[in-house]
């Protein structure tokens, strides 16, 4: 199904009432962003210097960012593609003393290794680009689509995806580079989305609204994998047993092979024997012969020729 794909529009967007700024109040560097460590468990995004505790997210919300994780870990590990997907645990800075924290993003395993041993809070900086940011509507629905919308395209997100379970829609952003700004389609319960840098990835929006426990998914590939295992490891007994019985039969093919052999050399021990019993016979009647022409020649009758040869 072909989407249409609409320009994205400039919204005048007022300061949300949460970050107004009451007087003497103080307002966060983003270098002292970094390094605030606030309430135990408490996520702060900084917004225009305020920093903005996130609230907590609803089982279904937590189940769809966990979800995506899932599906881009595996689609990366198929295509081994040098790519990292985390959820609510990297922040991008959108503006000089804001910084965000998307519920999934995904930016190259290079940049991953460089920055996810440095001190401080996980943010990259505006040298560090996102290839795509996810934010999953909650209960501020102007904060994703307006809001964080134009601070994603300002700080050149490649693409931005907006799931909104309630409208049951996917709104993929893309082309920040565009004179024009982000361009967007909507993928609506009954289609996949489709990403202009992930050609062969597919997603069901139906799916991704009400998504599969990953735990129970891992199980099942867990599962999957014992289950093959078992049948390599039955394999492999098969392949032994096989490889066993191919040896006794060399081993039997071996034995018969000497048998006959051995046969072999009785008969001709056998063949030789008889040979020499016959030359010795030869010579022996040949002896007589000559004999008898001896007495022959001396006078002796026939009669007593032959009485002298049996006795000999």
Do not use: C
């Not at 994205?8 to 560097?29: C, D, N, Q, S």
């Not at 994780?69 to 198929?78: L, T």
């Amino acid at each position: 199904m072909t989407q249409a794909v609409v320009p994205g529009t400039e919204v005048a967007i007022k300061e949300p009432p949460e970050i107004e700024h009451r007087i003497g109040e103080h307002l966060f560097t983003f270098q002292e962003y970094l390094s605030y460590e606030g309430e135990p468990g408490v996520l702060y995004e900084l917004v225009r210097g305020k920093l903005i505790p996130m609230g907590a997210t609803t089982h279904n919300h937590t189940n769809i960012y966990r979800f995506l994780v899932h599906k881009f870990q595996r689609y990366f590990a198929a295509k081994k593609l040098d790519l990292a997907v985390e959820g609510l645990a990297t922040g991008v800075r959108t503006e000089e003393n804001t910084s965000r924290i998307p519920d999934v993003v995904v930016y190259s395993q290079a940049v991953w290794n460089e920055v996810r041993h440095r001190p401080g809070a996980g943010v990259l900086d505006f040298d560090r680009k996102f290839m795509l940011v996810i934010e999953i509507v909650s209960s501020n629905r102007q904060n994703d689509y307006e809001i964080k919308r134009r601070e994603y395209e300002l700080a050149e997100i490649a693409e931005y995806w907006i799931v909104d379970p309630k409208k049951k829609r996917v709104r993929v952003f893309a082309n920040s580079h565009n004179k024009e700004g982000y361009s967007f389609v909507d993928f609506p319960e009954e289609t996949s989305i489709i990403s202009s840098q992930f050609e062969e990835f597919t997603l069901s929006v139906k799916e991704l609204l009400d998504p599969p426990s990953v735990d129970e998914l891992v199980k099942a590939e867990q599962a999957k994998i014992e289950t093959l295992e078992q049948r390599n490891v039955s394999l492999e007994q098969e392949v032994e047993a096989e490889r066993q019985r191919a040896e006794t039969l060399e081993q039997e093919v071996e034995a018969e092979r000497q048998r006959t052999e051995t046969l072999e050399q009785e008969v001709e021990t056998e063949r030789q024997q008889t040979e020499a019993e016959r030359q010795r016979a030869e010579t022996e009647r040949q002896r007589a012969e000559k004999l008898a022409q001896r007495l022959l020649k001396m006078g002796v009758p026939p009669d007593e020729i032959d009485k002298i040869l049996s006795e000999n």
